[in-house]
């Protein structure tokens, strides 16, 4: 897979631009924004990396995640997600566009990874946690029509076309979904975790609506990942208000566990690292060093396969993935 594929890089771009202007509107006074511990392992132990948007991110000293502090405060940051111009660009322009190549080329694979975990389950109760346009749940249905499949989504156009789906919705944040305790059997949070006030609720939500035994898929971005370290604060995966936290696979699977999950296998199985380096340094004159720019202009594409396959097996990759399982009760 390669970047250009999911995302039109000019559109991104407009997307970021605007992304930094409504940060600008939406988050200008000191009392849109609070101080907080890190949202991950909860140190106040941090250290100072660098500002950008008008956001400072901190890399926590114990659990080394990357987030944004002081973060905006939840009912702002609410607001902004509702109202702001980027939100609305981000749908219309940006995702819609390429929303049937993302189906092919993410959705699909995903189905099918959670079709064979559930292929010994009768009748299992499926939920996605911040659903959005129901695609990755059109493509489970597809796969066993036994399964019930649920979109957990907040938003009200979302949600308005998950039902235009025959998708069930429960229409709200996963924390404020009553009556719906030990009721599915898998959980999935695709790319949420990065963007949430306080992720350790949604972690505490998913494991009261999961019945024991039941499982949570959880993938995010790894702030200790290839493409995000080489490029550090000129990455463009590493943008406020959205994108607050990005902690690592250590990080994420200690929460779990706190939270009283146990941890099935944590992975990191990204394939665009390398390509998107390569697009900044070739697209956007990124300065790498020497032997990196070389490799963009000149490398093989067998030695670029065999890079990614690399960074991939040794969890370097800044897109992980972590299964884990509620226990039985003894």
Same mark, same amino acid.
Request: aromatic letters at 10%; proline letters at 5%; one cysteine or more.
């Given at each position: 897979?390669?970047?250009?594929?999911?995302?039109?890089?000019?559109?991104?771009?407009?997307?970021?631009?605007?992304?930094?202007?409504?940060?600008?509107?939406?988050?200008?006074?000191?009392?849109?924004?609070?101080?907080?511990?890190?949202?991950?392992?909860?140190?106040?132990?941090?250290?100072?990396?660098?500002?950008?948007?008008?956001?400072?991110?901190?890399?926590?000293?114990?659990?080394?995640?990357?987030?944004?502090?002081?973060?905006?405060?939840?009912?702002?940051?609410?607001e902004f997600y509702?109202?702001?111009?980027?939100?609305?660009?981000?749908?219309?322009?940006?995702?819609?566009?390429?929303?049937?190549?993302?189906?092919?080329?993410?959705?699909?694979?995903?189905?099918?990874?959670?079709?064979?975990?559930?292929?010994?389950?009768?009748?299992?109760?499926?939920?996605?946690?911040?659903?959005?346009?129901?695609?990755?749940? *059109?493509?489970?249905?597809? /796969?066993?029509? !036994? %399964?019930?499949?649920?979109? =957990?989504?907040?938003? @009200?156009?979302? +949600?308005?076309?998950?039902?235009?789906?025959?998708?069930?919705?429960?229409?709200?944040?996963?924390?404020?979904?009553?009556?719906?305790?030990?009721?599915?059997?898998?959980?999935?949070?695709?790319?949420?975790?990065?963007?949430?006030?306080?992720?350790?609720?949604?972690?505490?939500?998913?494991?009261?609506?999961?019945?024991?035994?039941?499982?949570?898929?959880?993938?995010?971005?790894?702030?200790?990942?290839?493409?995000?370290?080489?490029?550090?604060?000129?990455?463009?995966?590493?943008?406020?208000?959205?994108?607050?936290?990005?902690?690592?696979?250590?990080?994420?699977?200690?929460?779990?566990?706190?939270?009283?999950?146990?941890?099935?296998?944590? *992975?990191?199985?990204?394939? /665009?690292?390398? !390509? %998107?380096?390569?697009?900044? =340094?070739?697209?956007? @004159?990124?300065? +790498?060093?020497?032997?990196?720019?070389?490799?963009?202009?000149?490398?093989?594409?067998?030695a670029k396969c065999?890079?990614?396959?690399?960074?991939?097996?040794h969890r370097l990759?800044?897109?992980?993935?972590?299964?884990?399982?509620?226990?039985?009760?003894?």
């Open positions: 897979m390669k970047e250009s594929e999911i995302r039109n890089a000019s559109v991104h771009d407009q997307y970021l631009e605007l992304v930094r202007l409504d940060a600008e509107k939406y988050f200008k006074y000191d009392s849109h924004r609070e101080n907080l511990s890190c949202p991950v392992c909860d140190s106040v132990s941090s250290k100072n990396e660098f500002k950008k948007f008008g956001f400072f991110y901190v890399t926590c000293e114990d659990c080394l995640t990357l987030y944004v502090n002081p973060r905006p405060k939840l009912d702002r940051l609410e509702i109202r702001s111009e980027s939100s609305r660009f981000w749908v219309e322009e940006f995702f819609k566009p390429v929303a049937e190549a993302r189906r092919e080329k993410i959705f699909r694979p995903r189905a099918h990874k959670v079709a064979e975990l559930l292929i010994d389950s009768n009748d299992p109760v499926v939920g996605d946690i911040g659903a959005g346009f129901g695609l990755f749940l *059109e493509e489970l249905k597809k /796969l066993n029509q !036994d %399964i019930h499949s649920v979109a =957990i989504e907040p938003s @009200s156009e979302m +949600a308005q076309i998950c039902r235009s789906k025959d998708l069930e919705v429960i229409q709200c944040i996963i924390e404020k979904a009553e009556g719906n305790d030990s009721r599915f059997d898998f959980l999935c949070s695709f790319e949420l975790f990065e963007h949430l006030h306080d992720p350790k609720t949604m972690i505490d939500g998913a494991f009261r609506l999961l019945k024991p035994g039941g499982k949570l898929l959880l993938t995010t971005l790894n702030g200790l990942g290839f493409d995000i370290l080489m490029m550090w604060k000129h990455s463009k995966s590493v943008f406020p208000p959205h994108h607050l936290n990005l902690s690592n696979p250590n990080a994420v699977s200690a929460l779990l566990e706190k939270v009283g999950f146990e941890v099935v296998h944590a *992975e990191t199985p990204g394939e /665009l690292d390398w !390509d %998107i380096i390569e697009g900044s =340094i070739i697209r956007d @004159s990124f300065r +790498a060093d020497r032997f990196w720019t070389y490799l963009a202009h000149h490398g093989k594409e067998e065999d890079l990614q396959s690399w960074i991939r097996r990759s800044s897109h992980m993935s972590i299964l884990a399982l509620k226990p039985m009760p003894l």
